[in-house]
Every structure is written in C-alpha cells, then in structure tokens.
C-alpha cells in the first residue's frame, strides 16, 4: 500500500498568514493527489484535484504544486473559515491511501 | 445539484451485520463509479470500496481490511449504492460517507457504532 505521510498535525496561525501543508508519498504517485478540507460538522470538501487543478468555486488563495512523491497545498492569506481540517488522498493505485490530517487551528 | 445522502448506521454489536444506503441525485447515476468512505473515531479517514458501472461490468475493489466480510452493490433503477457489512468489529466502528465523481462530492455521513 502507498503510505502518505502529512505533515504538520497541528498547524497554528493567524489570520492573513500563508501556509503549507505537506504530503509525501511512499512512492511516485504521478500527480493523483487531492486535497480536502473538512469542518467540525464532518462535510467533507474537495479544493484541489490532480495535485494543482483548483475545484470550481474554490478560492484562489488555495493552490496545490508537486510531483512524484511530494506534494504540498498552500493557502496565501488565511481568512477565518479556513480553520479545519486538511487531507489528502492519492488514487494512483489501489488501495487508495489518504493522509493523516492537518489540523489548521488558530494561534 | 449532486446530492449523496447515506442511511442505516446504528449501534450494532460485534459478529452481527448492517446495510448502509447512499441515495443520490443530481448526476447520471448509471455511469457513476462509487466509493464508501470510512472515518474512525481518531478521524483517520479510510477508503473502504468501490464499484464501478455497467460497461465496466460493476467492476468491485475493497480495502483489505473488509474484504471478505463488506460487500458493495448498486440499483441503478434507484440511483443508489450500498455496502452490507457482515461479522461486524469494533474496529469498524466510524462515519461512513458515500463519494463520487473521483471523491468529487460527499455525503454527510452515517455513523456505525459496533460495541457490545
């Protein structure tokens, strides 16, 4: 199975700042990356697909890069709805592996 | 508007069976592949099963951790996709979500508790 490791857990900071989540694939994974968001109440939302294409009615702040084995989702300017919860998923093989999760909280 | 809305989730014990529906609309059902989605109380999320279309021959894939016990189907005639769950344990106990179009929309989830 393909284990994805992301990093951090935890991620405290503060409104305006950028940030970067991390996701790294135990092997090549070829761009089959998504990134979701999840809040408290347990909806599940899809930002980002094919690690870098933006979901239609995601904001631009949101944005996905990577290759092979890395992969990263950045938020340029944290506004307050985007405290949550962030995973990702890879779909290049089965079974179809996600992360651990990110919990973005505010500093 | 897609719309996914999964029912049956309850407390069961250990050994004993359960059949979760996700009723959708919004998209054309017959063509949709379908995946169960499962999310431990540690809110580790876990893909669970797959099924794909008629011209795929309703292809099906399972994690290893329910293959065997976790069956998926599909009515095509109701737009809906299920998973029966047999010999039910304790570490299946999580929301389970219904996704589709490449884990493009979600349900809400249903919740199954297995304890004794």
């Known amino acids: 199975d393909i284990q994805l490791t992301q990093s951090p857990s935890t991620l405290p900071a503060s409104l305006g700042e950028r940030v970067t989540i991390s996701c790294r694939a135990s092997q090549s994974i070829s761009n089959s990356l998504n990134w979701y968001q999840q809040k408290p109440d347990g909806t599940v939302k899809r930002l980002i697909y094919?690690?870098?294409t933006l979901e239609s009615g995601v904001p631009s702040r949101f944005s996905g890069s990577g290759s092979g084995t890395d992969y990263s989702l950045s938020i340029s300017s944290l506004e307050s709805e985007d405290f949550a919860m962030y995973y990702c998923l890879q779909y290049a093989t089965y079974p179809y592996t996600f992360g651990a999760g990110t919990k973005l909280e505010l500093k | 508007e897609v719309q996914l809305v999964e029912t049956g989730g309850s407390l069961v014990q250990p050994g004993k069976s359960l059949k979760l529906t996700c009723a959708t609309s919004?998209?054309?059902?017959?063509?949709?592949?379908m995946h169960w989605v499962r999310q431990s109380p540690e809110k580790q999320l876990e893909w669970v099963a797959q099924?794909?279309?008629?011209?795929?021959?309703?292809?099906?894939y399972y994690a290893e951790s329910v293959k065997g016990r976790f069956t998926i189907s599909r009515d095509d005639s109701k737009s809906s996709v299920y998973l029966q769950m047999n010999s039910l344990k304790e570490e299946d106990t999580a929301i389970y979500y219904c996704t589709v179009a490449a884990f493009a929309y979600w349900g809400q989830g249903t919740l199954v508790t297995v304890s004794s």
């Open positions: 919004g998209f054309t059902f017959s063509n949709a592949w």
């Open positions: 094919s690690t870098s």
């Open positions: 099924i794909k279309a008629k011209s795929n021959n309703y292809a099906t």
